[in-house]
């Protein structure tokens, strides 16, 4: 059982999510606000039982929903608050933050660190936060370059879809805080993880079409719920760049994720705010992604259809 009294960072676990964590564990030990700081990832599914998350705990949330009981808290979603009462209880402060125009977490935590805890690590984090920026708002140059870019950041957001476990991220943010990109990308279990997400990605290219439910000329639906179909985020987008959106379904530990997408080279010229749309069913997002973990394979299969019917027909 965790101790009450040490602080427990919980973060999205996405490379965004990650580097968010670093940052703040990193200000918080370094600034002298706390000692001893640990952390988990979380996803989705915990929002379903929110109100009752981590009782009896010191906590900070990062990159993720707003907690009326979080001790920090840090997000840039504009699906962050679940019901009106919680977009009420919120307050900016010196231990909590709500930027939703930055287009990354880590970011907002460097800039509150700088002004309320007088910590400043310089240009340490610059990379990091460069990198979590374009990833989390899919600000690549191209499909191309987001599918086979072997920039070290990269590698290390490949490998991250090939976690053999939750303790596989938890060790990304120690590194994260510890070590440059260059040495995260080159750490064994990350190139192992990354090699094989290379083989996975080609896999899924070649496996994408015949996972394809129903198209149009601008949508599509896929379902990938099978543990023998590899996914890969931009694949729709790179093999059918015409598409404006993309939902899929998708096998998790959790159950079933669901993740609608706008296509990041070809946005619609009255698009769909997709976060806002996820968060009816109990996710949340951008306006150009969004996810959500159905309770069930039955209800994944009914709310994959409603989302898909709303979006395939936007133009």
């Known amino acids: 059982m965790s101790d009450p009294h040490n602080l427990t960072i919980y973060y999205h676990r996405d490379f965004d999510g990650l580097a968010a964590g670093a940052l703040l564990a990193e200000a918080l030990e370094a600034s002298g606000r706390e000692k001893d700081v640990k952390w988990a990832g979380v996803n989705f599914d915990r929002t379903l039982h929110w109100n009752d998350f981590s009782l009896g705990e010191r906590f900070a949330v990062v990159d993720f929903h707003f907690h009326r009981r979080a001790d920090y808290w840090f997000d840039h979603h504009p699906t962050t608050f679940l019901t009106p009462e919680d977009e009420k209880l919120f307050a900016a402060s010196d231990t909590h933050a709500f930027d939703p125009d930055s287009p990354s977490c880590p970011p907002i935590i460097l800039a509150h660190a700088r002004q309320h805890w007088n910590w400043d690590p310089g240009n340490r984090f610059d990379e990091l936060v460069h990198w979590s920026n374009m990833i989390d708002s899919a600000a690549f140059p191209s499909a191309k370059v987001a599918m086979f870019g072997r920039d070290p950041?990269?590698?290390?957001?490949?490998?991250?879809?090939?976690?053999?476990?939750?303790?596989?991220?938890?060790?990304?943010?120690?590194?994260?805080?510890?070590?440059?990109?260059?040495?995260?990308?080159?750490?064994?279990?990350?190139?192992?993880?990354?090699?094989?997400?290379?083989?996975?990605?080609?896999?899924?290219?070649?496996?994408?079409?015949?996972?394809?439910?129903?198209?149009?000329?601008?949508?599509?639906?896929?379902?990938?719920?099978?543990?023998k179909i590899r996914r890969e985020r931009f694949s729709p987008f790179y093999l059918y760049p015409e598409l404006f959106y993309a939902v899929t379904m998708l096998p998790t530990r959790a159950g079933v994720h669901i993740t609608v997408a706008s296509n990041p080279w070809n946005r619609p010229t009255d698009p769909v705010h997709l976060g806002e749309l996820m968060k009816k069913y109990g996710g949340g997002g951008h306006i150009g992604v969004g996810g959500c973990n159905p309770p069930s394979q039955g209800k994944a299969k009914q709310w994959a259809h409603e989302i898909y019917e709303i979006i395939r027909d936007v133009t």
Request: proline residues 3%; charged residues 30%; negative net charge.
């Open 153 to 227: 950041a990269l590698q290390v957001m490949r490998a991250l879809t090939t976690a053999p476990n939750f303790h596989f991220h938890d060790r990304i943010l120690h590194l994260m805080r510890t070590e440059s990109l260059i040495e995260v990308a080159d750490d064994n279990d990350v190139q192992r993880c990354y090699q094989r997400a290379c083989r996975n990605r080609d896999h899924a290219l070649e496996a994408f079409p015949d996972t394809m439910v129903e198209r149009t000329m601008t949508a599509m639906i896929a379902d990938l719920r099978s543990k």
